[in-house]
Structure formats: structure tokens, C-alpha cells
């Protein structure tokens, strides 16, 4: 994975994050919101259950309540049973009566029941049923949740929630009861809907994200393409202007070769035939001619010293970077006819070859530029030697430029894009800054720890 790709990872990355714990904290809050309202549908649901079974208790109350009143014989008791076997609400609502040593007296859904002893009946758990119902009727009247059959169910155990009293003077429970398997299913219809929200807003957190993410990635990938496409221009502006610089350059020394170092070659030959020629008939002629040649002959060793220089100046191995830059300001100074400021400081140490070069070449390619584009009246250069790099910085005078236009424009700034190039090659960075009245090119080469070590040892031969 290149560093493109990591950098586009990690833009995706916190995004996915941050949906990922919305979708989290939505379910969290859907969940925890859900279990509120289940407690509180559950809740009201057994408020206005046992305010019905209250209700309803009462009104059996006061339908029996003259016979229970009136002379306790037989006929009345059974007077009020059938009463109570009568009152019915709804399809599985009746009433239940009981003796409070657990016998059925009354129970009109299971007649099968009427004359038995019930005391030792229990539920599925163990827990006596009837037992407790008396125990709450006995304390003043209660409610008991236990499970019984529900009659339109075919009989099936049904969680049910009864109201009884008691009848002291008889010795009578009475009581009805209202079966939960409604209220279970008011829970489960209110939990189906929350859960339907909670999967309704995950969804949409899902699209959302999903939409988010292939939004950033589309972004992502056209900055990718412009950005290819930007360097492959530049990268194809760079090889021609490459090529081209490498003709020129061989053209140049071809002509200086041919214009200049030939004709001199070619002078001295005819000198040295003429001298050997006049040389057994007239010796003075011939070392007339002698010198001359010489003279020549020393005019071609100091245009191949002149060819050589600008190659790679021998200064630069000789004496150093500041000496061979200095001696690069004085050149320039002198046929481009601009003062050249040249200024060190700091203690120079000894550098690589190819820092010594890409440094010399920077402060070349810079004056070139100041001198082809600048229109400039003054030059300075700084540099800098420090404990923990070299700071290299040419300003001008001149008209500036827009920075932005021409590290955009891949036709433009092939020189400046070659010093970024060579110094990101070890480590350093170039920093431009231009406006009218003021240009300012700064390059800045770190010491790597093999530099430091060999500019000590260098310090130590001293």
C-alpha cells in the first residue's frame, strides 16, 4: 500500500468510526428507550386491569349484598350464588366462590369443580393456588397473579390476575379474574414496533453512512485522478525538458568543442607545420612561430579549464561549497552585470559529494532563473552552515512570480520543481516565497548522522 492509499484509508477511517458508534449509541438508546416503554405499557396495563377487577368485585358485592345483608338461610346463599353465576363480563369473564376451608362452591366455566376440596391445588411452579387467593381474602380482600385455565383457549394454562374478598358471616371467597395473555400481547405488539423503529433508524444510519462513505471515497478517487493526471503531465513535461536540457547541453559543448577548442587545435597544428618548416632555413622565424603556437596552446587549456568549470567545478572539491558558490556569484556578477552579495555563516563541515553538487546546482539554476525571468537589480545569497543542516537561501529584486500558478502549471517552474526534487532525495525541503520587490529561494539540507560523523572526524584531522 502506497502512501496515496494509506492517507485515502485513513480519511475513510474516522468516518466509518464515528458511524459505526452512531449506529451503536441509536441501538443503545432504541434498546434502553423500548425497555421504558415495556415497563410502563406493562405497568398501566396491570393499573387499569386490577382497577377493572376492583370495580367489577364491587358490583358483585352489591348485587348480593341484600341477600347477604338479610336473614342467613340456605335459600339465600343460594339465591346469591346464582346471582353471581350470572354476572359475566366478556367472553372468559365470570365470577368464583369459595368456602374458606377451599371447597367450589360456584365456579360457572368449570362445574366439574362444584363440591370439591381445592385446598392442596397448585400451579406449575409448586405454589398452592387456592390457598393463596383465601389467604388474601382473609387479609381483607388482595390480588393474586397465578395460572388457570382459560376457557376459550381450550382449557390451555393462562397467566391470570384475580380480586377477591371475603364473606365472614358466610364463610365465602368470592373473586374474579381477568387472564393476561391480552396484556402479554399489548407487550409484545409495542415491543415489535420499537424493535421495527430500531431497525427502521439502523437502516437509515447504514444508508446514510454508506452514502457518506462513498461520497468521501468518490472524492476521494477524483482528487486521485486529477492528481495522477497533474503528475503525469508534470512527470512527462520533466522527461522532455530533461531530454531537451541534455541536447542543449551536448550542443553547447559540441559548439564550444568545434567553434572554439577546434579552431585553436587546428591553429596550433598550422603554426607548428609553418615552425618546422622555416626551422632549417630561418631558426628565427621558426621560433617566432613557436611562440605564438604556445600562446595558442595556452589559450586552449584555459578554454578546456573553462569547459570543465562549468561542467562541475573543480573549486567544489578543492576548496569547498562556499568557495565554489562565491566563486559562482563573482561569474554571474560579472557577465550579468548585477551585484551579487555573498555572505557565510556559521563553521562549514565537511559534506557528501552529492550534497556539495545538488547545492551548488540549486544556487546555479537560481541565478539562471533571476537572470533569464527576474528583472532584477540586486542579488544576495546566504549560507548557512549549522550544527544540524545547511541552509542555502538566493533573494532578488526582481518582479516575483505567483508561487501557486507555477508549481501548478506543469509547462512552468521545471527548474524549481528540479530543486524540490533533488533535495527531497536527501531529506531537505525547498521553500519559495516571491512577490514583487522580493523573491526569496531557501533549501535546507539536514546532516544525516553519517554526515555529522564524517565532518568530526574531517574537524579531528586538523
Not at 415495556?38 to 405497568?43: G, I, L, S
Not at 396495563?45 to 345483608?69: F, T
Not at 497533474?230 to 541536447?247: F, G, H, M, N, P
Not at 613557436?290 to 586552449?300: D, F, H, K, P, Y
Request: aromatic letters at 6%; a neutral charge.
Amino acid at each position: 500500500m502506497n502512501l496515496r492509499q494509506k492517507f485515502f484509508v485513513l480519511s475513510l477511517l474516522p468516518v466509518a468510526l464515528a458511524m459505526v458508534a452512531i449506529a451503536l449509541a441509536v441501538r443503545h438508546q432504541g434498546n434502553e428507550l423500548s425497555r421504558a416503554q415495556h415497563e410502563a405499557v406493562q405497568t398501566t396495563s396491570l393499573a387499569n386491569k386490577r382497577a377493572e377487577l376492583l370495580h367489577y368485585v364491587g358490583l358483585a358485592r352489591n348485587a348480593i349484598e341484600p341477600l347477604y345483608d338479610g336473614p342467613d338461610t340456605p335459600a339465600a346463599r343460594q339465591a346469591a350464588l346464582a346471582t353471581l353465576a350470572r354476572m359475566e363480563f366478556g367472553k372468559d369473564g365470570y365470577f368464583f366462590v369459595y368456602d374458606l376451608e377451599g371447597r367450589s362452591l360456584m365456579h360457572p366455566r368449570q362445574p366439574e369443580l362444584v363440591g370439591h376440596n381445592l385446598w392442596t391445588l397448585t400451579d406449575e411452579s409448586g405454589a398452592p393456588t387456592i390457598q393463596r387467593l383465601i389467604a388474601a381474602a382473609r387479609a381483607g380482600g388482595g390480588y393474586v397473579q397465578y395460572a388457570w385455565e382459560k376457557p376459550s383457549r381450550q382449557k390451555m394454562m393462562t397467566p391470570k390476575l384475580s380480586y377477591v374478598i371475603s364473606l365472614p358471616r358466610w364463610n365465602w371467597m368470592i373473586g374474579t379474574g381477568i387472564y393476561l395473555d391480552d396484556v402479554e400481547a399489548t407487550l409484545r405488539e409495542s415491543d415489535d414496533r420499537a424493535q421495527a423503529n430500531i431497525d427502521s433508524t439502523l437502516i437509515w444510519v447504514t444508508l446514510i453512512a454508506s452514502t457518506c462513505l462513498a461520497i468521501v471515497g468518490l472524492c476521494g478517487l477524483v482528487v486521485n485522478i486529477t492528481e495522477l493526471k497533474t503528475a503525469d503531465a508534470k512527470l512527462r513535461q520533466l522527461a522532455r525538458q530533461v531530454v531537451e536540457s541534455q541536447e542543449l547541453e551536448r550542443s553547447r559543448i559540441s559548439r564550444e568543442l568545434h567553434d572554439g577548442i577546434s579552431q585553436l587545435l587546428v591553429s596550433v597544428k598550422l603554426l607548428l607545420e609553418s615552425a618546422s618548416m622555416r626551422l632549417p632555413g630561418s631558426p628565427a622565424a621558426a621560433s617566432t612561430t613557436l611562440s605564438v603556437a604556445i600562446e595558442r596552446l595556452n589559450g586552449t587549456l584555459g578554454e578546456v579549464r573553462r569547459i570543465s568549470q562549468a561542467l562541475r567545478p573543480a573549486m567544489l572539491d578543492d576548496l569547498g561549497l562556499a568557495a565554489a558558490i562565491d566563486q559562482l556569484a563573482r561569474e554571474f556578477g560579472s557577465h550579468a552585470g548585477l551585484p551579487v552579495e555573498m555572505n557565510v555563516e556559521g563553521e562549514a563541515t565537511a559534506l557528501d559529494d552529492n550534497v556539495k553538487t545538488m547545492l551548488y546546482r540549486i544556487a546555479q539554476e537560481a541565478l539562471t532563473n533571476i537572470e533569464r525571468h527576474a528583472q532584477a537589480s540586486r542579488v544576495s545569497i546566504l549560507l548557512i552552515f549549522k550544527p544540524d543542516g545547511i541552509h542555502l537561501s538566493i533573494a532578488d529584486d526582481g518582479r516575483g512570480f505567483d508561487v501557486t500558478d507555477v508549481h501548478h502549471d506543469p509547462s512552468h517552474g521545471i527548474g524549481l520543481r528540479n530543486m524540490r526534487e533533488r533535495l527531497d532525495a536527501v531529506g531537505g525541503a525547498l521553500d519559495i516565497q516571491s512577490w514583487p520587490g522580493l523573491t526569496t529561494i531557501s533549501a535546507w539540507v539536514p546532516l544525516t548522522p553519517a554526515a555529522v560523523k564524517a565532518a568530526l572526524r574531517a574537524t579531528s584531522r586538523k
